[in-house]
Nanobody
Framework: QVQPVESGGDLVQEGGSLRLSCAAS????????MGWYRQAPGKQRELVAA???????TYADSVKGRFTISRPAAKNTVYLQMNSLKLEDTAVYYC???????????WGQGTQVTVSS
């Protein structure tokens, strides 16, 4: 069964950078898209970025120009490069893989990103 596993969450100063990684088991033909969601205290879970098998991407308006999602060809792996981090980026970040757009089928357990002043 598909099992996404995230890594890379950390405590970082405002303005700093982090790179999150996610690897998911399973056939590449069973996973159309992968992406990242996040949930901050008191807020709804939101899509941060997602990417299809062919490289089409989408980003939340709040992270455009700061975050970049990437996915190596023919691999169930996805990365999220986060630059110019803001306090409001503090959240648990969840990897997801799925058969639709945006992906919403297989969830990772999350990795904590904390941005401090």
């Amino acid at each position: 069964q598909v099992q996404p596993v995230e890594s890379g969450g950390d405590l970082v100063q405002e303005g700093g950078s982090l790179r999150l990684s996610c690897a998911a088991s399973g056939s590449i033909f069973a996973i159309y898209a992968m992406g990242w969601y996040r949930q901050a205290p008191g807020k709804q879970r939101e899509l941060v970025a997602a990417i299809t098998r062919t490289g089409s991407t989408t980003y939340a308006d709040s992270v455009k120009g700061r975050f970049t999602i990437s996915r190596p060809a023919a691999k169930n792996t996805v990365y999220l490069q986060m630059n110019s981090l803001k306090l409001e980026d503090t959240a648990v970040y969840y990897c997801n893989a799925g058969h639709s757009w945006p992906p919403n089928d297989y969830w990772g357990q999350g990795t904590q990103v904390t941005v401090s002043s």
